[in-house]
């Protein structure tokens, strides 16, 4: 009786074990001390930590400092709060796959006296040039971290350099910095979480706040692997995932101290922050919008939009979205027109009447990129559908889009012609465009479906992949322009007419030759050569 409920607590264990998603390692992270301070991480990491059995061991310090960290390869992630340095430091090559997690504002605080009469300005540099002025006592951080940068941005463009028996350069954490403020009845710079934290213990007010210029976003960043290939990246790409996951983003929307939200998620803003937002081609009176995403991100499109504004006085508003996302914008009637490549939806959308004027433009293809050492075979495999199988039946890493996109709808068509469910720790959704999840698979070592054109465009960025399989029929790639209804939109006539220019002879020559003098190759083939492939 006691072996049987022994072997039935050891399959109960196994069992649970098997159902928790388990990292191979712990996860080191370098944050900002407002991130600590406030309490946020005591609610974000024990909910992973239950998730994944895993621990997240923290380092919590001014952002200058966790970028540091990172950069040394002493940490695994780092969550910080300084968007220039951040940029910095991807682009030096230190860190990969920076994702938008959260905003709040910082605020200048004082004791309620205040002898400068700051209180219910909002404007921060007005407010700099005051202090400058010597006759008050101000805490400044000074030691780097993303509240003492952005100080530091407010004393420049106030004109002021900040020096005398006034201004104390602590070289303390907020926390430490707000204690002394109040102590000392100076001013400060705070985030609003750390101040709302400390409130009822230092005895400062808010003076200053909701200058736009007070705007403190935050931003979470894996180490590069290229660069520590010892780093545990898939333990901060899983934390990366999981803090910008609707779970991680509803726990920081609902952290609260005294009953105020301290910090407001953002990764669904950034995530569709460029259909939100936009970029302008030319600046005639006939304005109309357009909504696609490679031809936009590589450049093909402002070639096209500058050269048709040229002739036509008009102006075109670029929303970047994928083939899914575009669609919707159409039926919704937030843009004029589309250029996409999903000839099933494309149909659809005709077919129930929402979308018109469907022409076919050009086309590329879709390549398979993998690691060079090609664990899964996909090289020798005769089509795309058994490369698939190929890297299931291996469980080789694949990065996958995951949003609906052109590119996503193909790759699930040839999930479903090779008889495979993609699902498990080998397949990773990035939910981004085609560029970011190329530069993923490249970071992960993984198999990826990119199109020929951000393959030519990007290939420079990339080390570890190679092209593995191409010339797939079922690969191939047509792109179609589509418009709303007559009367459906005010840029809907313009919109109409910049579909007729991309198909004559002048925009046809414009897509043939787009990139050939840069790359030495087009990154796509004309309606001419695209006809062939259309049913």
């Given at each position: 009786?006691?072996?049987?409920?022994?072997?039935?607590?050891?399959?109960?264990?196994?069992?649970?074990?098997?159902?928790?998603?388990?990292?191979?390692?712990?996860?080191?992270?370098?944050?900002?001390?407002?991130?600590?301070?406030?309490?946020?991480?005591?609610?974000?990491?024990?909910?992973?930590?239950?998730?994944?059995?895993?621990?997240?061991?923290?380092?919590?310090?001014?952002?200058?400092?966790?970028?540091?960290?990172?950069?040394?390869?002493?940490?695994?992630?780092?969550?910080?709060?300084?968007?220039?340095?951040?940029?910095?430091?991807?682009?030096?090559?230190?860190?990969?796959?920076?994702?938008?997690?959260?905003?709040?504002?910082?605020?200048?605080?004082?004791?309620?006296?205040?002898?400068?009469?700051?209180?219910?300005?909002?404007?921060?540099?007005?407010?700099?040039?005051?202090?400058?002025?010597?006759?008050?006592?101000?805490?400044?951080?000074?030691?780097?971290?993303?509240?003492?940068?952005?100080?530091?941005?407010?004393?420049?463009?106030?004109?002021?350099?900040?020096?005398?028996?006034?201004?104390?350069?602590?070289?303390?954490?907020?926390?430490?910095?707000?204690?002394m403020a109040g102590e000392m009845k100076a001013y400060t710079l705070s985030d609003r979480a750390t101040y709302g934290?400390?409130?009822?213990?230092?005895?400062?007010?808010?003076?200053?706040?909701?200058?736009?210029?007070?705007?403190?976003?935050?931003?979470?960043?894996?180490?590069?692997?290229?660069?520590?290939?010892?780093?545990?990246?898939?333990?901060?790409?899983?934390?990366?995932?999981?803090?910008?996951?609707?779970?991680?983003?509803?726990?920081?929307?609902?952290?609260?101290?005294?009953?105020?939200?301290?910090?407001?998620?953002?990764?669904?803003?950034?995530?569709?922050?460029?259909?939100?937002?936009?970029?302008?081609?030319?600046?005639?009176?006939?304005?109309?919008?357009?909504?696609?995403?490679?031809?936009?991100?590589?450049?093909?499109?402002?070639?096209?939009?500058?050269?048709?504004?040229?002739?036509?006085?008009?102006?075109?508003?670029?929303?970047?979205?994928?083939?899914?996302?575009?669609?919707?914008?159409?039926?919704?009637?937030?843009?004029?027109?589309?250029?996409?490549?999903?000839?099933?939806?494309?149909?659809?959308?005709?077919?129930?009447?929402?979308?018109?004027?469907?022409?076919?433009?050009?086309?590329?293809?879709?390549?398979?990129?993998?690691?060079?050492?090609?664990?899964?075979?996909?090289?020798?495999?005769?089509?795309?559908?058994?490369?698939?199988?190929?890297?299931?039946?291996?469980?080789?890493?694949?990065?996958?889009?995951?949003?609906?996109?052109?590119?996503?709808?193909?790759?699930?068509?040839?999930?479903?012609?090779?008889?495979?469910?993609?699902?498990?720790?080998?397949?990773?959704?990035?939910?981004?465009?085609?560029?970011?999840?190329?530069?993923?698979?490249?970071?992960?070592?993984?198999?990826?479906?990119?199109?020929?054109?951000?393959?030519?465009?990007?290939?420079?960025?990339?080390?570890?992949?190679?092209?593995?399989?191409?010339?797939?029929?079922?690969?191939?790639?047509?792109?179609?322009?589509?418009?709303?209804?007559e009367g459906a939109t005010p840029g809907r006539g313009t919109a109409v007419k910049f579909i007729r220019f991309v198909?004559?002879?002048?925009?046809?020559?414009?897509?043939?030759?787009?990139?050939?003098?840069?790359?030495?190759?087009?990154?796509?083939?004309?309606?001419?050569?695209?006809?062939?492939?259309?049913?």
């Amino acid at each position: 009786m006691q072996r049987s409920r022994l072997w039935s607590s050891l399959l109960l264990g196994a069992l649970i074990a098997v159902a928790q998603p388990v990292l191979a390692r712990d996860i080191r992270l370098s944050t900002t001390t407002s991130t600590e301070n406030s309490g946020l991480l005591k609610v974000l990491l024990p909910a992973f930590e239950s998730k994944y059995g895993v621990k997240v061991h923290v380092i919590s310090v001014g952002t200058g400092k966790a970028l540091e960290l990172g950069k040394n390869g002493d940490v695994d992630v780092v969550l910080v709060h300084a968007r220039g340095a951040e940029d910095k430091f991807v682009a030096d090559g230190h860190g990969v796959n920076r994702r938008d997690v959260m905003y709040n504002d910082f605020i200048l605080v004082g004791a309620q006296e205040d002898p400068l009469a700051l209180r219910g300005s909002r404007d921060v540099i007005n407010a700099f040039r005051k202090l400058g002025e010597g006759r008050a006592k101000f805490i400044s951080r000074g030691d780097n971290s993303g509240t003492d940068v952005m100080e530091k941005s407010y004393w420049k463009a106030a004109g002021v350099t900040p020096k005398g028996a006034w201004f104390i350069s602590a070289g303390l954490g907020m926390g430490e910095v707000l204690s002394m403020a109040g102590e000392m009845k100076a001013y400060t710079l705070s985030d609003r979480a750390t101040y709302g934290a400390y409130r009822a213990k230092i005895g400062l007010d808010i003076l200053v706040q909701g200058d736009p210029k007070m705007f403190n976003p935050y931003g979470i960043i894996a180490v590069s692997p290229k660069k520590y290939p010892d780093i545990n990246y898939d333990g901060a790409m899983k934390l990366v995932e999981w803090i910008t996951s609707p779970e991680g983003q509803g726990l920081i929307a609902g952290f609260k101290v005294n009953g105020e939200q301290l910090f407001f998620p953002s990764a669904a803003k950034s995530a569709t922050a460029g259909a939100a937002q936009g970029v302008t081609y030319g600046d005639g009176p006939n304005r109309f919008s357009l909504a696609t995403g490679s031809p936009g991100e590589l450049g093909l499109l402002k070639v096209l939009g500058e050269a048709f504004a040229a002739r036509e006085k008009a102006s075109m508003k670029w929303m970047k979205a994928g083939t899914g996302q575009s669609l919707k914008l159409l039926r919704e009637k937030q843009v004029d027109m589309v250029m996409v490549h999903a000839p099933g939806g494309e149909e659809k959308a005709i077919a129930e009447g929402w979308a018109t004027q469907r022409t076919l433009i050009g086309s590329n293809e879709f390549y398979i990129v993998g690691p060079a050492e090609d664990p899964a075979h996909v090289a020798t495999a005769g089509s795309g559908a058994e490369a698939y199988r190929r890297i299931a039946r291996a469980g080789a890493r694949f990065v996958s889009r995951g949003d609906n996109s052109g590119t996503h709808q193909k790759e699930m068509q040839i999930w479903s012609a090779a008889g495979v469910k993609p699902e498990g720790a080998w397949y990773i959704v990035t939910k981004d465009f085609m560029t970011a999840s190329l530069l993923r698979a490249d970071a992960d070592g993984a198999y990826f479906m990119t199109d020929s054109s951000t393959w030519v465009a990007e290939k420079s960025k990339v080390a570890r992949l190679r092209v593995l399989l191409r010339g797939d029929k079922a690969l191939v790639n047509t792109y179609h322009a589509l418009a709303v209804p007559e009367g459906a939109t005010p840029g809907r006539g313009t919109a109409v007419k910049f579909i007729r220019f991309v198909a004559s002879p002048e925009g046809q020559r414009i897509i043939r030759e787009f990139g050939k003098e840069r790359y030495g190759e087009a990154l796509y083939n004309d309606a001419a050569y695209a006809k062939q492939f259309v049913d």
